[in-house]
């Protein structure tokens, strides 16, 4: 079945540092998602990339989509203690029904210190 | 935006008993609705599949005799997990979906089995 594998499974910065995570399908995907969750609290959608190569930006966070659709990243400028949390990426899987079970990553847990 | 109600927030209940969470679309009605199990450091593992006035599809592994999914109309899903033990103590997550809205995800229900 269709794997989603994401990295790193954790990083620590300092305040203002940039992060990444990155995430790879094993299957061509149709579209990307991404979400946070925060400690101790349910994944909250951000953003879906849906063309080969595409880029979209949301303030601090950039998000790519490949040309291949089968891997994906987020960046984060200059960190603030407000980007704590987990970030996962989710791709769907198309089973007959109208919208596909989703599969995520295994998710970057972000720490920031002040 | 869209937004899915999933109650109880948390519940500890003992061992051998039976508990039920609910999952709501309150201003959408919802195509399909997924239930994820989340456990503590780990990503969402999807547990079903269900869709209006059928069977819920379940993901390989999960007992469908524990987990018993109702999805008895466009706005409701209901998950109960039957005769539960300690090791069913776990983050429940559910999902709803609509065209306009794509996945919205319910605030999860934190389930302890003593």
């Known amino acids: 079945g269709q794997q989603v594998m994401q990295i790193p499974q954790y990083q620590h910065v300092q305040e203002g540092e940039d992060f990444t995570t990155y995430c790879n399908s094993s299957t061509t995907l149709s579209n990307i998602q991404w979400y946070k969750q925060r400690p101790g609290g349910h994944p909250v959608f951000l953003i879906q990339l849906v063309k080969s190569g595409e880029v979209k930006k949301q303030k601090r966070l950039t998000f790519q989509f490949g040309e291949a659709k089968k891997n994906s990243s987020l960046h984060i400028t200059a960190t603030q203690t407000t980007d704590v949390g987990t970030y996962f990426c989710?791709?769907?899987?198309?089973?007959?029904?109208?919208?596909?079970?989703?599969?995520f990553g295994q998710g970057t847990i972000l720490t920031v210190h002040p | 935006g869209a937004v899915v109600s999933q109650h109880p927030s948390w519940v500890i209940c003992k061992s051998g008993t039976s508990v039920k969470i609910e999952c709501r679309s309150l201003?959408?009605?919802?195509?399909?609705m997924f239930w994820y199990r989340q456990f503590p450091k780990q990503s969402l593992m999807l547990m079903a599949t269900s869709n209006e006035g059928s069977k819920a599809t379940y993901e390989q592994g999960v007992e469908k005799d524990k987990f018993l999914i109702n999805h008895a109309s466009l706005t409701l899903s209901t998950l109960t997990v039957t005769s539960a033990h300690p090791e069913d103590s776990s983050f429940y997550i559910c999902s709803a979906t609509d065209r306009t809205y794509g996945y919205t995800f319910g605030s999860g229900t934190r389930l302890t089995v003593v």
């Open positions: 989710a791709g769907p899987t198309f089973g007959g029904t109208s919208y596909g079970k989703l599969t």
């Open positions: 201003d959408f009605q919802a195509t399909t």
